[in-house]
T-cell receptor, first 108, second 114 residues
Framework: RKEVEQDPGPFNVPEGATVAFNCTYS??????FFWYRQDCRKEPKLLMS???SGNEDGRFTAQLNRASQYISLLIRDSKLSDSATYLC?????????FGQGTELSVKP | NAGVTQTPKFQVLKTGQSMTLQCAQD?????MSWYRQDPGMGLRLIHY???????DQGEVPNGYNVSRSTTEDFPLRLLSAAPSQTSVYFC?????????????FGPGTRLTVT
């Protein structure tokens, strides 16, 4: 079983839609998680950290459920520029364990 | 700051050849790492370093060597290239506080082994 697993995708949504990605992790001792964004054939870039209390950054909301060992990312009012692959990451003391990524395509 | 730089951007090797992928950062980051990315697999950690002179293995270290003689540089060596090493390779660095988690990635090296 992979340490970090994500929804398979791809997600094809119209502009303005709300879309949610889920991710599960297997290491119950993990404390720190992130969402990274990767545009086609480019390097990953940090989108946001995931805190136990949940956190919001504009149209993006990340939540962590430790009991069920899953992480979510909610994107509201999708824009064309949100089209990318979203990577769920378990930070194990600086060693990043990546999920396989979920592709999002936002259409006009 | 240039951030994290990688050379070359593209490389084609024949099976059995050796080469070194270069990675450098100018942010004085202690932590550096190498990942490979294959279709449908996400990024997988190859080797990492927590500071000059210290390296350790990641998830998929076989066939690769690293060294860290300076804070700035972290080269990845392929000893005898195999077609299974065809991939996109990313180098990353992060702040001295490992738990912060934000790693800065280089633009990647696209390697094809024939």
């Amino acid at each position: 079983r992979k340490e970090v697993e994500q929804d398979p995708g791809p997600f094809n949504v119209p502009e303005g839609a709300t879309v949610a990605f889920n991710c599960t992790y297997s290491n119950s001792a993990s404390q720190s998680f992130f969402w990274y964004r990767q545009d086609c054939r480019k390097e990953p870039k940090l989108l946001m950290s995931v805190y136990s209390s949940g956190n919001e950054d504009g149209r993006f909301t990340a939540q962590l459920n430790r009991a069920s060992q899953y992480i979510s990312l909610l994107i509201r009012d999708s824009k064309l520029s949100d089209s990318a692959t979203y990577l769920c990451v378990d930070n194990q003391g600086g060693k990043l364990i990546f999920g396989q990524g979920t592709e999002l395509s936002v259409k006009p | 700051n240039a951030g994290v730089t990688q050379t070359p951007k593209f490389q084609v090797l024949k099976t059995g050849q050796s080469m070194t992928l270069q990675c450098a950062q100018d942010m004085n980051h202690e932590y550096m790492s190498w990942y490979r990315q294959d279709p449908g697999m996400g990024l997988r950690l190859i080797h990492y370093s927590v500071g000059a002179g210290i390296t350790d293995q990641g998830e998929v270290p076989n066939g690769y060597n690293v060294s860290r003689s300076t804070t700035e540089d972290f080269p990845l060596r392929l000893l005898s290239a195999a077609p299974s090493q065809t991939s996109v390779y990313f180098c990353a660095s992060s702040t001295p506080y490992r738990d912060q988690g934000e790693q800065y990635f280089g633009p990647g090296t696209r390697l094809t082994v024939t």
